[in-house]
């Protein structure tokens, strides 16, 4: 049976059964996956952040969890429920990536960017690519971004970018299909290639219109609201 959401008592109960639940897995079985989801209770429905962050080290320190790893670092980074250290932050989201959550791998990648030395660069780029090998479509598009304008130490290399724009159109994501169809109608080595150019831009197209009438259905069914 179903939680009756309009009957406010039988909501706590619920939530109080969750909460004990999580604790138990957590704390009792020392399960990761029983922390991460206390952490989640904590900070979405308890908005209790301290206790969040603490299931969330846990989690990742004691049992290797890649999405606590992933939690905490996000944590760490705003400063919520524990003291802001972006380094330790990144170091959180190596782990995750290491872990293979390909999360970790593009928030990692993004940090490392922001530090904008030419190792940080080169260790950007590298960190990007393991998301896109986990098949993060932002991940690939970010490879590919890092190729199409040469980037501190990253040479340009057109072949790489189309490469991994190539890839992240493969895992739905719209911009990069229209960015391989530009590079092909541009031509990658001063030859374009119209018909691939055209298969791209058709599978840009496609990704649109399926997101369009995703939007319209979750419309319809009651969920989420128009942009």
């Known amino acids: ?6 009957d406010e008592e039988e ?10 639940e999580y604790q138990f897995s957590c704390y009792k079985e020392n399960n990761g996956e029983g922390c991460c989801l206390l952490g989640e209770f904590m900070q979405v429905v308890r908005e209790d952040y301290r206790k969040a962050s603490a299931a969330f080290k846990k989690g990742c320190d004691q049992h290797n969890f890649p999405k606590a790893c992933f939690k905490y670092g996000g944590d760490l980074f705003r400063g919520r429920g524990v003291k802001k250290d972006q380094a330790k932050a990144l170091e959180y989201q190596k782990k995750a990536c ?3 959550w390909k999360e970790g791998c593009l928030v990692a990648g993004y940090q490392l960017e922001d530090l904008a030395t030419d190792g940080d660069i080169l ?5 990007f690519k393991r998301a896109c090998d986990l098949n993060s479509d932002e991940g690939c598009d970010r490879a590919s971004a890092m190729y199409h304008r040469g980037t501190g130490p990253i040479p340009r290399n057109l072949q790489k970018c189309v490469d991994y724009a190539v890839r992240a159109c493969d895992l739905g994501h719209a911009q990069a299909c229209a960015n391989a169809s530009f590079l092909y109608k541009q031509g990658i080595d001063g030859v374009p290639n119209i018909a691939k150019s055209e298969e791209y831009k058709k599978k840009a197209l496609e990704i649109q219109m399926q997101a369009r009438r995703n939007r319209g259905f979750q419309m319809e069914q009651g969920i989420g609201e128009p942009e």
């Open 11 to 20: 909501v706590r109960r619920y939530l109080e059964n969750l909460n004990i």
């Open 1 to 6: 049976m179903g939680i009756n959401m309009e």
């Open 98 to 100: 290491d872990l293979g």
């Open 123 to 127: 260790a950007a780029t590298e960190y």
